[in-house]
C-alpha cells in the first residue's frame, strides 16, 4: 500500500483512480464504473512509479465538498472541523464526507464544486503543476 493515501481514505469501500503525474485528470477510461480500491497492485504501481491519484465521490457514501473560493475556506473550515481535509495546491480545500445526499453540485459563482456521484479530485499528497 503507498503511503500516498493517507490512513484516513484507506478504507475498501472507498474508489480510486489513476491520474498522470502533475495532472488532475484520470487517464483511463470507464475510471467512474471500474474503481481501483487504496491497496489494488495497479494503482500502488502506478503511485510508486511517481504517479497521482484521484479519489472518486460516491463509493462508500464518500462525498467530496472542493471549495475553491479562498474567502470561504474559513467558514467551511468552521463547518466540518471535525472532518478529514486537506489544502489543495490552490490554497483552497477538499472536505472528506460521509453521507447519503448524491447529487454533484457547482457552487454560485464557481466557488467550488460538491462532488457526491463518479466525480474525482486529485488525492491529498499529489503533486500538481
Known sequence: MSEKIPT???NEKYGFCKVEKDKKKPFETGWQEK???FNDSPLKEHLDEGGNYGVIAGY???RIVDIDDLNLVPIFDELFKDT???QTPS???HYYIICDYDKNH???NRAGELRSDK???V???CEIN
Open 84 to 86: 478529514f481535509s486537506v
Open 60 to 62: 462508500g457514501k464518500l
Open 106 to 108: 457547482v457552487l454560485k
Open 91 to 93: 490554497g483552497g480545500r
Open 8 to 10: 484516513q481514505l484507506q
Open 119 to 121: 466525480m474525482q479530485c
Open 123 to 125: 488525492g491529498p499528497n
Open 35 to 37: 474503481p481501483y480500491k
